[in-house]
């Protein structure tokens, strides 16, 4: 017998009750039945991301998002930064250029997180750039981007701040309002424990002034009608129906849990992984960790694409390897989504062993033992933990 | 006790094998195990096409595969010949100039089918045009558009037939390469039986060479991108996982029912749904009825959106009503997906009991003996029918 589990940053173990949910008879959109449905995922989804902006749902998977968050907002030969410091920061600049809309790179080193200042300095030399995009978390390489600090930046400048939040939302606090977010777009299968195909935007105050002018071309990306059907409960186009359901029951977990204990959880989670590959004498890879992943080079002379592979094959337990830059040099342990402290003690083990396996020097138990130090040295769960 | 039946023409009924197999524990999609579910989605896809060209699969609803087949084929300031007789066909028209194709909008009178001679016409005075936009089946008005004879026009002519096959595909025969359509696009919550947020998309080799030289901006919807992962079992941005799961499922039911047999089920359950209706007085509302759904006019003096929700309010009956033109004037009946001779037997026995309830002269009984010596003289179903 081998037990499937899955650890990655997406798609993300779904909980049993979503299942359930998600296998109920489906529901006719237009209908009232599932307006009620949607009024509470508009305001769960609002809770969620800490606004009092609408957050408009689209039927599609993470970078369709992007796009809208793009192609709502700028106009054909505008200017934007685009943060790149992993393969979903590349992803903006393709996209701009896609639309015409001219990119200025801020190329980061893999690993390392975006300095602030270059940012400012970046807007300074381009007065007429309209936005700055960025990872919260760039999925790549598992580095966190110092989101409230970009925003202090962009507040008093004619560009808006747009954040990929696809896996950090939900995982970390990103609140929207506070910080002075100006759009922000997530997606169903990270934090959320949704299969792919729905994804999530708001946009603030700012951003919606630019919409009024925004040129580029776009129908089913069309924030502005999605904006104005939503607000009535219904979308423009048929919307993913069972994930809508989905999302309503993984909505209502997070309130049973509550938002700082859901932080508090992923923060602890963050802190076992990481422990229990430094007692193992590695390196992690992420100059600036977030709470949604671990990434971790693998020890001199082993490939991490063969440990990947040996432990899905051997022991059922599913990481994922490098992007490009980073393949075959380290591997990433998700942490963000159904995830508690006792899969954290699963997946350390399973890196024990996949090592050990592999010839690699470890002291099996090393990492379990600090993981387990780290996360009761964190706290006990608060709360009542109803995820289940 | 209240059951609820959903006879909408889309979603339709999920059938149960397809829901147990969507709550399967998810699969990461960058792997060995999702590829060969892909690979098999896109074998059973070009079978249901009746193609040997690939069939691409989007994370989106329909509207999403109709944005793909304009902006992947057409250049800024086309024209493109518009069928509009019904509420998807007048969204054609919104989607082209949205994107700067100028639109020759051909107006057919609600519940009528295009005249091919008016295509060709209309291709003769804009020798230009590039594209001729038309629906399979209009969902508005349950009518089949004449797409064989559209083919042949637009054979010898430097335009692509494109299809909106939606709430078609799978209920009536549409044969891709035999025929000669160009682009054909499709979704997962009609016959197929799944729920909304996969759409599908065929293009011949006149439409991917017009691909060569389409100028339209696209991001998500870059179907030759597609094209290049999807050869792989890839896709260039996450996948809805589990409704390909679900597809992977659904096209295995329609291998066991088999294409012609499942169009002879169709066809049947149309003839069992208009005779039914006719029995009881009632006029069929499409002048050129589609084997996916039957629209009725209400009986003089009834107010079909009255009725449709005394169906459901009363008896869990779930029918649609009109659509703008046609709001108070129709109902709908679907019998496309997951549908059978008894279902008929229900949805015109519920129509009967309400039309009684709400003070129509109807005679309880005729509708159904009706439609059960309709369907009864179209032949027993053929086959083994296993889509249970």
Redesign the interface.
């Known amino acids: 017998m081998k037990k499937?589990r899955?650890l990655?940053p997406?798609?993300?173990?779904?909980p049993e009750r979503l299942?359930?949910r998600?296998?109920q008879?489906?529901?006719?959109?237009?209908?009232p039945e599932f307006e009620q449905v949607f009024a509470r995922c508009r305001e769960g989804l609002s809770w969620l991301f800490q606004t009092k902006q609408d957050v408009i749902q689209l039927?599609?998977?993470?970078?369709?998002a992007m796009?809208a968050s793009l192609v709502n907002f700028l106009r054909r030969g505008d200017e934007a930064i685009v943060v790149d410091a992993g393969k979903f920061g590349e992803r903006w600049g393709?996209?701009a250029k896609?639309?015409?809309v001219n990119p200025v790179t801020l190329k980061v080193e893999w690993g390392n997180a975006v300095d602030p200042g270059a940012v400012a300095a970046a807007l300074k030399e381009h007065p007429n750039a309209r936005a700055v995009f960025v990872q919260a978390n760039e999925s790549s390489t598992g580095v966190a981007h110092p989101v409230e600090k970009l925003a202090r930046v962009t507040k008093n400048h004619p560009a808006i701040l747009v954040v990929d939040a696809i896996s950090a939302l939900g995982a970390f606090d990103l609140p929207f309002d506070a910080w002075g977010i100006d759009v922000m777009v997530s997606?169903s299968?990270k934090a959320l424990g949704l299969?792919?195909?729905?994804a999530f935007l708001a946009a603030s105050e700012k951003a919606w002034k630019l919409n009024e002018t925004a040129d580029?071309?776009?129908?089913?990306?069309?924030l502005k009608r999605e904006r104005d059907n939503q607000r009535k409960n219904q979308t423009?186009?048929?919307?993913?129906?069972?994930?809508v359901e989905g999302l309503d029951e993984s909505l209502q977990m997070f309130r049973e849990e509550g938002l700082q204990a859901c932080f508090a959880r992923h923060e602890r989670l963050a802190r076992g992984a990481r422990a229990g590959m430094q007692a193992l004498g590695l390196e992690l890879y992420s100059k600036a960790p977030s709470a949604a992943m671990t990434t971790v080079l693998a020890p001199q002379g082993t490939d991490s694409e063969k440990l990947v592979k040996h432990l899905?094959k051997q022991y059922g337990i599913?990481l994922?390897g490098g992007q490009e830059a980073a393949k075959g040099k380290i591997f990433r342990i998700a942490h963000l989504g159904y995830f508690d402290d006792f899969d954290m003690l699963v997946v350390v083990g399973a890196v024990e062993r996949g090592l050990k396996d592999l010839g690699a020097k470890v002291q099996l138990g090393a990492g379990l033992a600090a993981a387990q130090a780290a996360m009761a040295e964190a706290g006990a769960p608060t709360g009542p933990q109803l995820r289940g």
């Open positions: 499937i899955l990655t997406g798609p993300t173990p779904v299942s359930l998600m296998a008879p489906i529901v006719h959109h237009r209908s039927a599609a998977s993470g970078t369709g796009e393709k996209l896609s639309y015409g997606g299968q299969p792919p195909g729905l580029l071309p776009r129908f089913y990306f069309d423009a186009w048929t919307p993913a129906i069972s994930l899905f599913k994922v």
